[in-house]
């Protein structure tokens, strides 16, 4: 286990809605980012967070938002849910945001959306 | 258009053979990490790769970066069932912490 949870574990949506999802850093750990997994694919970068502020993003559409708190948890918001949104979602958190940092994976939200 | 190649994309093979997969760019990165991730699971770091024709050996694993930076390999000798899984690659190349993966190799071990 990496320390790193992930809550739900699975979700059903339905097109239009809106999710959150939550991750809780490793202790001593003040970097998040979060990728989208679809089906056959590897995880796609979204973001990343370092202490609270936005810190890169990848190619991926507004509606996909995100939050850091104080204590290093953080959210992840997606808004107007299409179909393609089904996929898993991974964070991972690290020590920092440097390269030669580590990133340990949580296990994940498997995410529907019908 | 895929930043990271992997190849092949499945694998079956009897328990005890060797296997190589490989992770192939045109891009250069300034490290290469190569992932284990089993299904319901998030990946699982197995080596980090950041010179050029740097070797790694990780028990039965062997790990190399390619001279230029640009490609990667995989090699797994006496395969055992428990080596089965997605075994994914991702290189940095910005400051940003945006790590780009591949879509990874499935492999089977049989016993």
């Known amino acids: 286990e990496t320390g790193v949870t992930q809550s739900p574990t699975h979700l059903i949506k339905t097109r239009g809605q809106q999710v959150t999802l939550r991750c809780s850093s490793q202790?001593?750990?003040?970097?998040v980012s979060w990728y989208q997994q679809a089906l056959g694919q590897g995880p796609q970068f979204i973001f990343q967070y370092y202490r609270e502020e936005e810190n890169g993003r990848g190619n991926f559409p507004p509606r996909f938002s995100g939050l850091q708190f104080p204590n290093y948890s953080s959210e992840l918001n997606v808004n107007a849910l299409e179909l393609d949104d089904s996929a898993l979602y991974l964070c991972?958190?690290?020590?920092?945001?440097?390269?030669?940092?580590?990133?340990?994976f949580g296990p994940g939200t498997r995410l529907l959306v019908l | 258009t895929q930043l990271l190649e992997q190849s092949p994309q499945f694998l079956s093979i009897q328990e005890g053979e060797n296997l190589t997969v490989y992770c192939n760019s045109s891009?250069?990165?300034?490290?290469l990490q190569w992932y284990r991730q089993e299904p319901g699971e998030g990946p699982v770091l197995l080596v980090t790769v950041v010179t050029g024709g740097e070797v790694k050996k990780l028990k039965r694993l062997t790990f190399q970066f390619g001279d230029a930076r640009k490609d990667s390999s995989l090699h797994i000798t006496a395969a055992q069932p428990g080596d089965t899984g997605l075994y994914l690659c991702?290189?940095?190349?910005?400051?940003?912490?945006?790590?780009?993966f591949g879509d990874g190799t499935t492999l089977t071990v049989k016993p």
């Open positions: 891009s250069v990165f300034s490290s």
């Open positions: 991702a290189g940095a190349r910005t400051n940003a912490g945006k790590s780009t």
């Open positions: 991972a958190s690290s020590f920092s945001h440097g390269l030669s940092e580590t990133q340990y």
């Open positions: 202790s001593g750990h003040n970097t």
